[in-house]
């Protein structure tokens, strides 16, 4: 299982950024997919979970309404559309199957001014 996250980087409050993660070894468009973020000193959190065709997708509070989890079974590829992002959303971003324990190396978002 290989996952691979890209797109972070350095935003300011209130911008948007959209990040990916590429995902192989596994039957991608069979499972659900997740998003967990870690900032610094805090423990990992869950953020976004979609299910295996994109239907379905729950959100934790508090980013609802301003990330929008999304996936490309063609690809293998997952996203996540997130904005109007704030100081608290900079963490690591890692996507992984939601029901295995396999996890890539994330992606760094930072909001600040």
């Known amino acids: 299982v290989q996952l691979v996250e890209s797109g972070g980087g350095l935003v300011q409050p209130g911008e948007s950024l959209r990040i990916s993660c590429v995902a192989s070894?596994?039957?991608?468009?069979?499972?659900?997919m997740a998003w967990y973020r870690q900032s610094i000193g805090k423990q990992v959190e869950w953020v976004a979970v979609i299910g295996p065709t994109g239907r379905d997708t729950t959100y934790t509070d508090s980013v609802k309404g301003r990330f929008f989890i999304s996936r490309d079974n063609a690809d293998n590829t997952l996203y996540l559309q997130m904005n109007s992002l704030q100081p608290e959303d900079s963490a690591v971003y890692y996507c992984r199957p939601a029901d295995m324990p396999y996890w890539g190396k994330g992606t760094e978002v930072t909001v600040s001014s």
């Open positions: 070894g596994f039957l991608f468009g069979e499972v659900a």
